[in-house]
């Protein structure tokens, strides 16, 4: 007789948003081990699961990795001075992965330089969030 190996048990069903706490216990309580890795999510709450694998079966005792949420990536709007071409300030948000959209006043929108930028330079934001530079044609 050759052993098969520990034998497979199903995976419970853990939907996204579940505390993972819970997840681990409902886990654990399955013969499997949680493994806990943490990502960005603009939909999921902090601490909650976002996904498992695998999700059907695994062999009892085995790891199942636990995706769990750390919330919204969050970002500083940079400080961008009056004056900056709008070229390198776009530049300095999309660095800072943020989404630059550029309102012109006045003049060609070629080599424009920056009046001022919102949100404003500090101020905490969602990864991705547009900023408007405010620009002056020259």
Do not use: C
């Amino acid at each position: 007789y050759v052993s098969q190996g520990k034998p497979y048990v199903s995976v419970p069903d853990i939907p996204p948003g579940t505390p993972y706490d819970q997840a681990a216990q409902t886990l654990t309580n399955a013969h499997l081990k949680p493994k806990r890795v943490d990502e960005f999510s603009d939909s999921i709450a902090s601490g909650e699961v976002i996904s498992i694998s695998p999700t059907d079966k695994a062999r009892e005792g085995s790891t199942v990795t636990v995706t769990v949420s750390k919330g919204p990536e969050l970002v500083q709007v940079p400080t961008i001075a009056s004056g900056t071409p709008v070229d390198q300030a776009e530049q300095m948000l999309r660095d800072a992965n943020l989404d630059p959209h550029v309102s012109w006043f006045g003049g060609h929108r070629k080599n424009g330089t920056v009046l001022a930028i919102s949100p404003p330079a500090g101020q905490t934001v969602k990864a991705g969030s547009s900023v408007t530079i405010y620009a002056l044609g020259s």
